[in-house]
């Protein structure tokens, strides 16, 4: 089935940074894209940024648009995540995911999306 294991995330003050990574042991020919999900406690986990493997085009949600960038090693096998000038509603645990098709599709990544374990992200004062 394969795995994922993220890392790097932690406590940071308002206006802080982290970078999360997310090792990756799925065959490749098993996802078309490559993401990033959060979820607050309570709510449904949304997708924060995605990349899709063919063509390398990017998704941000639109809060973090300007503050996140997510990129991938040359092998495909690390899935990263920049945050910058990271804010309280930021806190929230972080998941890596890979997948067919469309991430925004919630059934489809519940379905047969491959995730970490999560990392949790906190900021605050």
């Known amino acids: 089935q394969g795995q994922l294991q993220e890392s790097g995330g932690g406590s940071v003050p308002v206006g802080g940074f982290l970078k999360l990574s997310c090792e990756i042991s799925?065959?490749?020919?098993?996802?078309?894209?490559m993401a990033w999900h959060r979820q607050f406690p309570g709510q449904e986990r949304e997708v924060v940024a995605a990349l899709f493997t063919a063509s390398g085009r990017t998704f941000y949600l639109d809060s973090v648009k300007g503050r996140f960038l997510t990129s991938r090693d040359e092998a495909r096998t690390t899935l990263f995540l920049q945050m910058n000038d990271l804010r309280t509603s930021d806190s929230a645990t972080y998941y890596c995911e890979v997948g067919p098709r469309c991430p925004l599709d919630l059934d489809n990544v519940r379905n047969f999306g491959h995730w970490g374990q999560g990392t949790q992200v906190t900021v605050g004062d």
């Open positions: 799925v065959y490749r020919d098993r996802w078309e894209h």
